[in-house]
């Protein structure tokens, strides 16, 4: 989600402060991911009959601000792929509330 926040804020940057924006966003990117990755592959699970409103609203329910943080980036992002792996965060963040 570091590189769509970065993204929605470029307007107020400085232009000399976009490269190194998003420069720091993929890095952190990238190392919340190699922390975070499974030891093995996960199977992808389609969404099935939901659409992208359904399962934004799945992560609004949850509560957890980095789910729904998550969701509004695959809702950008328009794939399928991305509105399962919002379904398999709803599942494994802790819910707030």
Known sequence: TAPNAV????????????VPSLHAAWTASAA???????????A???VGDLD????FAR?????DEHVIKFADTA??????????????A???SVPLG
């Open 52 to 55: 992208a409103e359904e399962v």
């Open 7 to 18: 993204l929605r804020a470029l307007p107020a940057l400085p232009r000399a402060l976009w």
């Open 75 to 88: 809702l950008d992002v328009g794939d399928q792929r991305a509105l399962g792996a919002v379904l398999r």
């Open 32 to 42: 919340v991911t190699a922390m975070y990755a499974p030891d093995e592959p996960v």
């Open 44 to 46: 992808y699970e389609p």
């Open 90 to 92: 709803v599942e494994l």
């Open 59 to 63: 992560a609004l329910a949850h509560g």
